[in-house]
Every structure is written in C-alpha cells, then in structure tokens.
C-alpha cells in the first residue's frame, strides 16, 4: 500500500518542485512597481523606472538610480508562465547620451537605442552602412527606447547620426554635451538560467528513476508471489 502511495506522490512531487523553482526565477510581472523593485532588488539600489517597451517575449526597460542619476538598462524575458526573468542590468554615466545594442526574441533579433534625449533635442537617428540605411523617430521624450527589426538593416556595423525636429545634422554639437561617456560604468549578471534549467532536469530525472525503481520493485515482488503460490499448489 505506502509502495502504491509513494508511486503516486513521487511524479506529483517532482513536478511540483520543478514548477515552484521555474516560479521562483520567472516572477516579475510588466508594471512599474514590479519592474522598480526586482531591478532595484537584483542591484541592491534604489532605482527609478524612466521607460519600458514590450517586444515579442522581450521588454525593454531604461531607469535611473536615485542616489547618484546614472542610467540603466535591462531586459526581462517572458517565461512559460507569462512572467519575466531579469537577467541581468546594465549602468552608465548620467552624462552618457544613448547607446545602440542587439537582442533576439524568439523570432527575431532587434536593433535597440535606448537612452537619455538631452534637452530632448533629438528627433531621429539615422543609422548608416556602406550598403544600407534606417531612420529612427525617437519618441520626444526625456528618456526612451526605439526597436528596429534587425533583419530589415542587414549589415554588421553602423554609424550614427543624431537628427533634429528639421532634420538637420546635430551630431557634433550633441556630442559636446556629452561627458565622461564611460565613467560610472558597470553590470551585473546572474547564471542561474543555466542552473535553473539543470535542477529542473535533475528534479524530474530523479523523479522518474524513483518511480520507476517502485514500480519495477512492485512487478517484481508481484511475480514472486505467483511464483510461490504456483509452487504451492
């Protein structure tokens, strides 16, 4: 009877547990409050939520800390469960105008700028190669956060040119406003996706030999009796 008992509870156990751990690291929900703490939670710093944008299974999210105004910047990504993973943030000098970066969702990869609008000068960026070229309208906004779809840019390496309302060239000039580019700089990661995947497998895995030794155990102990009640009569 307990070996029927434990056949049972075994699989539900291991499931649960791997469900609980997958809960554990896929936990944040797409609001400001909940960005604001697990940000600040995974820095251990007070920071201010400034933009987020939803892509696909990617949100892109740019913040300030409070103590000292650098920018930040992460990514959550969507798990099975409808919640976000932070995987790791990203800061930089206050004076620091935007930076340009790829990420791939599960379908495509993107082209992200994201950043701080100066006096909100900024209009558009034009990004330029030697066989292509895209214009960005940025949002006028303090801060903001722009995704062009990698595969409609096809090149490897761009240049940036910062546009005014009158399209007119205001690199040079936005430059002067920007200082200490990489001063106050640094990230922090995190592993556990990796890890998170590993005990999950070895949750499961667990679970299926116990299972499977309890019932191999039970067919065993049934032919035994049979073979001892046949010798019987």
Same mark, same amino acid.
């Given at each position: 009877?307990?070996?029927?008992?434990?056949?049972?509870?075994?699989?539900?156990?291991?499931?649960?547990?791997?469900?609980?751990?997958?809960?554990?690291? #896929?936990?944040?929900?797409?609001?400001? $409050?909940?960005? +604001?703490?697990?940000?600040? &939670?995974?820095?251990?710093?007070? *920071? %201010?939520?400034?933009?987020?944008?939803?892509?696909?299974?990617?949100?892109?999210?740019?913040?300030?800390?409070?103590?000292?105004?650098?920018?930040?910047?992460?990514?959550?990504?969507?798990?099975?469960?409808?919640?976000?993973?932070?995987?790791?943030?990203?800061?930089?000098?206050?004076?620091?105008?935007?930076?340009?970066?790829?990420?791939?969702?599960?379908?495509?990869?993107?082209?992200?700028?994201?950043?701080?609008?100066?006096?909100?000068?900024?209009? #558009?960026?034009?990004?330029?190669?030697? $066989?292509?070229? +895209?214009?960005?309208?940025? &949002?006028?906004?303090?801060?903001? *956060? %722009?995704?062009?779809?990698?595969?409609?840019?096809?090149?490897?390496?761009?240049?940036?040119?910062?546009?005014?309302?009158?399209?007119?060239?205001?690199?040079?000039?936005?430059?002067?406003?920007?200082?200490?580019?990489?001063?106050?700089?640094?990230?922090?990661?995190?592993?556990?996706?990796?890890?998170?995947?590993?005990?999950?497998?070895?949750?499961?895995?667990?679970?299926?030999?116990?299972?499977?030794?309890?019932?191999?155990?039970?067919?065993?102990?049934?032919?035994?009796?049979?073979?001892?009640?046949?010798?019987?009569?």
């Amino acid at each position: 009877m307990l070996r029927k008992i434990l056949v049972c509870l075994v699989p539900v156990i291991t499931i649960l547990s791997s469900y609980y751990l997958y809960q554990s690291e #896929y936990n944040i929900s797409i609001n400001e $409050n909940d960005i +604001e703490i697990a940000v600040s &939670e995974f820095l251990n710093e007070k *920071i %201010e939520l400034r933009q987020y944008k939803e892509v696909e299974n990617l949100t892109f999210v740019v913040y300030t800390i409070e103590k000292d105004a650098r920018q930040g910047f992460t990514v959550l990504y969507r798990g099975m469960n409808q919640k976000y993973q932070l995987r790791f943030a990203t800061y930089f000098s206050p004076n620091t105008a935007f930076r340009i970066d790829r990420y791939k969702s599960l379908k495509n990869e993107y082209v992200v700028l994201y950043g701080k609008n100066i006096d909100e000068a900024i209009n #558009y960026v034009e990004l330029n190669a030697s $066989n292509s070229s +895209e214009l960005v309208l940025v &949002e006028p906004n303090e801060y903001f *956060i %722009e995704t062009i779809k990698y595969n409609n840019i096809n090149y490897d390496y761009f240049e940036a040119r910062v546009l005014d309302i009158d399209m007119d060239d205001i690199t040079p000039e936005y430059k002067m406003k920007i200082k200490d580019k990489r001063a106050l700089g640094g990230s922090k990661h995190k592993a556990e996706i990796f890890l998170l995947y590993v005990y999950i497998t070895g949750f499961l895995i667990i679970g299926f030999i116990v299972t499977f030794s309890l019932v191999k155990r039970k067919d065993t102990s049934s032919n035994t009796t049979s073979e001892q009640r046949s010798t019987g009569e």
